[in-house]
């Protein structure tokens, strides 16, 4: 059975840089038609899709995000990264790895994928 763990600071400071990290285990990552996704939860608020990375590597955005959020993958770890960047406080939130196919963006329910992480939170605060 697939399962991901997520990791990162817990802590950032506002204009600062986040990097999270995505192990995976029980599968790969380049399994033909997954994709891996990121997906977050402010306190209060629904899940917000953010992005995600194919079998292939191919990446995909929300418009909302894109352009200061990366994802990436390390294949010989079986490792996903998110990198954002300029955080605000509002950044802050639980953030999720989580996986299936097709390939999922837009609003979305727990339904929607069937691997989840646990989840890591983030708070963006000086």
């Known amino acids: 059975q697939v399962q991901l763990a997520e990791s990162g600071p817990g802590l950032v400071k506002p204009s600062q840089t986040l990097s999270l990290t995505c192990t995976v285990s029980g599968g790969s990552i380049t399994t033909a038609y997954y994709y891996w996704g990121w997906i977050r939860q402010p306190p209060g608020k629904g899940l917000e899709w953010m992005g995600a990375?194919?079998?292939?590597?191919?990446?995909y955005y929300s418009p909302s995000l894109k352009g200061h959020t990366s994802i990436s993958r390390d294949n010989a770890k079986n490792t996903v990264y998110l990198q954002m960047n300029s955080l605000k406080p509002e950044d802050t939130a639980v953030y999720y790895c989580a996986a299936g196919s097709p390939l999922w963006s837009g609003p979305c329910t727990r339904a929607d994928f069937r691997n989840w992480g646990r989840g890591t939170q983030v708070t963006v605060s000086s």
């Open positions: 990375i194919g079998y292939d590597g191919s990446t």
